[in-house]
C-alpha cells in the first residue's frame, strides 16, 4: 500500500495536475463525451478549443463534479477524485468559473468575494460576524483588488457591467490557494479594452498555478497557453503546441471552417 | 441605493468599543426606538388580557413564524413543521416536567425539562430537515406537511406517552428568582425577552459567514458547491438553528395556554404559521412579528365584529381568510411591501419636490 506520507508526497509531485482516463459522459442515448483521456502537467496552461456542442463545457462539469462521469476516472495530483461532491474537490485546489456568470447578484462585490474565500477555509459555519480586521477579509480586499473591481467593492453584483462581473467570476476562482482552474469562455462578450486586461490577470497568474480555458477566441486562446486540445463530437480530436494546431490542415478544415488559411 | 449593505466591512483602522457601540445604536431606526419603548411601557396601561392573550401570544406565533421566515427567507426552503417543532417541545416540557396527567409526566425540575424540551425538539427539527433538504420547493412543502400531519396523528393517537386526544393540562410557568412568572406582567416580559432575543439572532446571523453562505445557496446552489461549500450540510445546520427558537416558543406556548393538546400542533396552525410569515413579509425578521398581530388581532376580535354588524360570530376563520387573499393579492411580499413601497413613493415624491425647488 502506497500510503506512508513520503510516498503521498512522491506520487503527488509527479503526478499530473489534472489526469482523465476514459472519461464518457451519457445524457439518456446520447453521448456528450466518449472516450476523453487527458493529462495536464502540474503548472500548464492549455485552451481547449472545438465548435458549439463538442462537449467542452461537459467536460469541465464531469471534473468538478458538477456531474459526475458515466464511466472513466479523474485524477487531481494523483488523486482519484471521481466519486468526490464538488465542494470536496473545491477544497483540494480545482476551481472553475462559468460560461455564463453565476454570482450572487443581492450581495455586494466584497461579500461574494468573501464567501469564494470563506468556502475554502476553516469556520463556514460560524456565527460570528467578521471583524473588521479578520485577515479573510483583507484576503478578499486584496483578491477584488488583484482584478480591479476596487472602486465597485460595496455595490451590489447585480449593478456591475457585465465586463466587471467576467472579473468577478475570475476573483471567485481564484480565492484561498488554487492548484489548477478551469475557466469557461471568461472572454464571452468583452470589449478589446476589457480584453487585454483579461490577458493581464491570466498572464500574471503565479507559475505554478495551471489552468485550461476554453475560449472561441483566437487572440485571447493562443497568447495565454503552451498547449492546445480540441475537441470535436465529445472526443479529443487532437493535441499538441499553438502553432502546430494552429497549421494542422485537418483542424482548420474542421473547425476554422475549411477556406481559412 | 446605489450601494448594497455589506457583511463585511471595509478594511479600517479598528475602532474602540465604545466608538462601535455608538456607531451600531445610531444605526437603529428611530421608528424601532419607539416600537421598542412602547412594548417596555406596555403593561402600566394595557389591561391582562390586551398583555398576555394578544402581545404575548402574538410574541410566541411571531417566534415559529420567524423560525419559518429564517428559512424561507435567507434559505428559500418553505418549511411547515416549524409549528410542529415548537409542539414536540411543549409536549416534551409536559411529559419531563409537571403537569396535571401525574402518570405519565416525570415531574423532573422545571429548568431540566424546560432544557431537555429544547434539545429534543431541535434535534427533531434537525432531522425533519436532513429529510426535506434534498427536496425543492413544492417537494419540500409536501414532505415537511407529511412529517406535521404523522405529529399530529401520532400524538393523537399514542395515550401511553402523549395522552392521545386531550394531551396535558396543567403545565405552568414556575416561580423563579421569588417571580411566579405565570402572572400576567412576568410572563409578558418573559415572552418580550425571547422574541427579542430571536429577532437579535437572526438579525446578526443573516450577517455572519453561515447566514451569508445560506443566502448563497438560496441564490445559487451550484456556484456555492464550486466554492467548497457543502450545500445539504448547510441547510441542515439552518434547520438546527430555526428550530431552537421554534422550540422555545413552544415552550411558551405551553405556558401560555398551560395545556397541550394534539390540536396545539394541529394541519390548521401548521398552516396560520405560514399564514403569518407570508402575511407578515419573508423578507426580514420584523414580518413574522407583524403578521402574527394582525393574525391574533383578527382571531380575538374578529368574532365580536361579526357579531355587532348582525352575522354568524363563528364565520371568523372567513374574514381571516379574506384579510389573508387580500394582502396577498395586493402585495406578494406581505404587509412590509406594502410598508416599504409607500416608503419609497413618499422619499421620491419628497426627491422630486426638492428638486423641483432647487430648479425653480
Not at chain 1, 134 to 150: F, K, N
Not at chain 1, 156 to 167: I, M, N, P, S, T
Not at chain 1, 213 to 220: N, R
Not at chain 2, 104 to 110: D, H, K, Q, T
Amino acid at each position: 500500500m502506497a500510503t506512508s506520507v513520503a510516498e503521498r508526497l512522491h506520487a503527488a509531485s509527479t503526478a499530473s495536475a489534472l489526469e482523465l482516463r476514459g472519461v464518457t459522459r451519457m445524457f439518456g442515448a446520447l453521448a456528450a463525451l466518449t472516450d476523453v483521456t487527458l493529462s495536464v502537467r502540474p503548472g500548464e496552461r492549455r485552451a481547449l478549443l472545438g465548435s458549439n456542442g463538442a462537449g467542452k463545457t461537459t467536460l469541465f462539469n464531469c471534473i468538478t463534479g458538477d456531474f459526475p462521469p458515466t464511466s472513466g476516472t479523474i485524477r487531481f495530483f494523483g488523486e482519484d477524485i471521481t466519486g468526490f461532491p464538488p465542494h470536496e474537490r473545491i477544497r483540494r485546489g480545482l476551481r472553475r468559473t462559468y460560461q455564463i456568470s453565476l454570482l450572487f447578484a443581492g450581495l455586494s462585490v466584497l461579500d461574494n468575494v468573501y464567501l469564494a474565500c470563506r468556502g475554502v477555509s476553516r469556520a463556514r459555519f460560524s456565527l460570528l460576524r467578521p471583524r473588521r480586521d479578520d485577515t479573510l477579509v483583507q484576503t478578499a480586499d486584496d483578491l477584488v483588488e488583484a482584478v480591479h473591481l476596487s472602486a465597485v467593492k460595496n455595490q451590489k453584483v447585480a449593478e456591475l457591467a457585465h465586463g466587471q462581473q467576467r472579473q468577478l467570476e475570475i476573483a471567485l476562482a481564484l480565492a484561498g490557494a488554487p492548484r489548477f482552474i478551469l475557466f469557461d469562455e471568461p472572454a464571452a462578450g468583452l470589449s478589446p479594452a476589457e480584453r487585454r486586461e483579461l490577458i493581464a490577470i491570466l498572464t500574471g497568474l503565479p507559475e505554478h498555478i495551471g489552468y485550461i480555458i476554453i475560449e472561441h477566441d483566437m487572440d485571447v486562446a493562443l497568447r495565454v497557453v503552451e498547449s492546445v486540445a480540441i475537441m470535436h463530437n465529445g472526443r479529443i480530436f487532437k493535441e499538441g503546441p499553438p502553432e502546430e494546431i494552429e497549421n494542422d490542415p485537418e483542424v482548420q478544415e474542421l473547425y476554422l471552417g475549411g477556406g481559412h488559411g | 441605493m446605489a450601494t448594497a449593505r455589506p457583511a463585511v466591512q471595509d478594511r479600517a483602522r479598528p475602532l474602540d468599543v465604545s466608538t462601535r457601540l455608538g456607531n451600531w445604536l445610531r444605526r437603529i431606526p428611530p421608528a424601532a426606538w419607539g416600537v421598542g419603548f412602547l412594548l417596555l411601557i406596555l403593561p402600566a396601561f394595557a389591561n391582562d388580557f390586551i398583555l398576555v392573550q394578544v402581545f404575548g401570544w402574538s410574541l410566541i406565533l411571531g417566534m415559529i413564524a420567524l423560525s419559518l421566515m429564517f428559512l424561507a427567507g435567507y434559505g428559500g426552503m418553505v418549511s411547515l413543521v416549524q409549528m410542529t417543532v415548537a409542539g414536540c417541545a411543549g409536549y416534551m416540557l409536559a411529559i419531563f416536567g409537571t403537569s396535571a396527567i401525574a402518570s405519565i409526566s416525570l415531574g423532573w425540575p422545571w429548568w431540566l425539562a424546560v432544557l431537555t424540551a429544547i434539545l429534543i425538539a431541535t434535534l427533531f427539527g434537525t432531522l425533519s430537515g436532513a429529510l426535506a433538504v434534498r427536496t425543492a420547493g413544492i417537494y419540500t412543502i409536501m414532505i415537511t406537511l407529511a412529517i406535521a400531519a404523522a405529529f399530529f396523528y401520532f400524538t393523537r393517537q399514542n395515550y401511553t406517552i402523549f395522552n392521545g386526544f386531550s394531551g396535558f393540562n396543567g403545565v405552568r410557568p414556575p416561580v423563579v428568582l421569588g417571580v411566579d412568572w405565570r402572572q400576567p406582567t412576568p410572563f409578558y416580559y418573559l415572552t418580550l425577552v425571547c422574541a427579542a432575543l430571536s429577532y437579535a439572532a437572526v438579525l446578526y446571523v443573516s450577517r455572519s459567514p453561515f447566514g451569508l453562505a445560506l443566502q448563497g445557496t438560496r441564490d445559487n446552489p451550484r456556484r456555492m458547491a464550486a466554492l467548497g461549500f457543502n450545500v445539504t450540510a448547510h441547510r441542515i445546520a439552518a434547520y438546527t438553528f430555526a428550530s431552537v427558537f421554534a422550540a422555545v416558543a413552544g415552550i411558551l406556548l405551553v405556558w401560555l395556554n398551560s395545556q397541550i393538546s394534539p390540536g396545539t400542533a394541529g394541519i390548521g396552525p401548521v398552516i396560520d404559521v405560514l399564514v403569518i410569515a407570508v402575511v407578515g413579509g419573508l423578507g426580514s425578521p420584523i414580518g413574522p412579528f407583524i403578521g402574527a398581530i394582525i393574525y391574533v388581532v383578527l382571531r380575538t376580535f374578529a368574532l365580536d365584529a361579526l357579531v355587532a354588524v348582525g352575522l354568524d360570530g363563528a364565520r371568523f376563520q372567513l374574514l381571516i381568510g379574506l384579510g389573508f387573499l387580500a394582502i396577498v393579492f395586493f402585495s406578494p411580499d406581505g404587509v412590509l411591501g406594502l410598508w416599504e413601497r409607500a416608503r419609497n413613493r413618499w422619499r421620491h415624491r419628497q426627491d422630486v419636490m426638492r428638486i423641483g425647488e432647487e430648479t425653480r
